[in-house]
């Protein structure tokens, strides 16, 4: 029986890793990415909708450096992306215009897709683009992202995106062809086929990349941006490049997470999944109760202590007298204004509901 989940939708986002579309010595492999592009070209003919989110810029960009492999420092990735970004997207551009498809190339931050102005404005290119029938291109603007607001995976990117242009499924490409219990090359683990909820999850072991370590993020981000999504109400599949058209016809291949929730804002997704927390308050049961059960504000009368180094407007996280943290938000006033306001002010408000999440 093909997915319904992916027969039925008309809007889908597709994320290909950097392992699937290159190799360390030969950089771009023009036969694999021509492959993709021949898959995402027959979902367009039945009238589907179609968001590539491409990594590959740094691989890419190795060969041509003379480079041997992924460079650590954060400069020389951001060197190989601007060589390699352009040879992506002109490849692509040639693939697609075989199909007489028209590419355009979108790069993003982590603020474009998460500040309220920049998100409209990146909706808007979106809905522009398609509305047109471009096949938008998008990868992080690896050139200028600093390290602390940088994604550097693109799977969580991916599932933003997803959010972004209201898609109603994700497919998330790698080397490998699901999700496994344990590490894929161990004979012993077995393909995860459906994950429902997240106890489905329990006992599943997430890696690294694999040994050519051309990927950054491994099965942990895969299975972070699947939460991202499905806890959005888009559904994903996780299989392998190999497999890009089979799956994107609803064969049951790879590892199908099932939505599990509605939409959010944004904002709040990238405060749950993408932001670091830089402190801690630390509630009292009522202001638990109030925060988890009641979805109310946190007023100050209900926080006992307060750590971290933070000023209004940064995340933090909310946790409950024994420690255990039990949502996050985004704070009203500097570290040090706090401590004056506990059990004073008992109206002030720390954290508005609208800016909080449970965790
Ligand atoms: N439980 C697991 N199931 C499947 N793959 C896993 C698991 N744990 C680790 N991995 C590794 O994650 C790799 C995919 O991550 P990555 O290289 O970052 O991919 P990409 O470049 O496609 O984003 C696989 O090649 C595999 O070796
Ligand atoms: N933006 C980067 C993505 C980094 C990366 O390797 O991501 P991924 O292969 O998806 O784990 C690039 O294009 O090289």
Redesign the pocket.
């Known amino acids: 029986m093909p997915r319904t989940e992916v027969t039925g939708a008309r809007r889908v986002v597709v994320k290909v890793?950097?392992?699937?579309l290159t190799s360390t010595a030969g950089g771009l492999d023009p036969a694999r990415l021509g492959a993709l592009v021949d898959a995402l070209a027959s979902l367009r003919s039945r009238g589907v909708e179609v968001v590539l989110v491409s990594?590959g810029a740094i691989a890419a960009g190795l060969a041509p450096l003379g480079l041997k492999r992924r460079p650590s420092a954060l400069a020389a990735q951001q060197a190989a992306a601007a060589v390699g970004q352009g040879l992506l997207v002109h490849r692509y551009t040639a693939e697609l215009a075989r199909h007489d498809i028209v590419a355009g190339q979108v790069l993003l931050t982590v603020d474009d897709v998460t500040r309220r102005a920049h998100h409209r404005n990146a909706h808007q290119t979106f809905s522009k683009l398609l509305e047109l029938g471009v096949l938008p291109i998008v990868n992080e603007n690896d050139t200028v992202a600093t390290s602390e607001i940088r994604f550097g995976?693109n799977?969580r990117l991916a599932a933003l995106v997803a959010h972004l242009v209201h898609a109603d499924l994700l497919v998330l490409l790698?080397?490998?062809d699901g999700?496994?219990?344990?590490?894929?090359d161990d004979p012993s683990s077995t393909l995860v086929a459906e994950v429902a909820v997240d106890t489905d999850l329990d006992g599943?072991?997430?890696?690294?990349?694999?040994a050519a370590g051309?990927?950054?993020?491994?099965?942990a981000t895969k299975v972070e941006a699947a939460r991202i999504a499905t806890g959005a109400g888009i559904p994903v599949v996780l299989t392998s490049a190999p497999h890009a058209a089979a799956a994107l016809a609803g064969d049951p291949v790879g590892t199908l997470f099932h939505a599990t929730g509605r939409k959010r804002p944004i904002r709040l997704l990238w405060l749950a999944h993408v932001t670091q927390a830089h402190g801690t308050l630390t509630l009292d049961a009522g202001a638990v109760r109030a925060v988890v059960e009641r979805r109310a504000s946190l007023l100050a009368a209900g926080i006992t202590a307060v750590t971290g180094q933070f000023v209004a407007g940064d995340p933090v996280d909310l946790a409950g007298p024994d420690g255990s943290v039990v949502a996050r938000g985004l704070v009203g006033f500097d570290a040090d204004e706090l401590p004056a306001l506990l059990g004073r002010s008992h109206e002030r408000e720390v954290v508005h509901r609208d800016d909080l999440v449970l965790l």
């Open positions: 890793g950097s392992s699937s990594s995976d799977d790698s080397d490998v999700l496994y219990d344990g590490p894929p599943v072991r997430l890696g690294k990349p694999g051309l990927g950054t993020g491994g099965m």
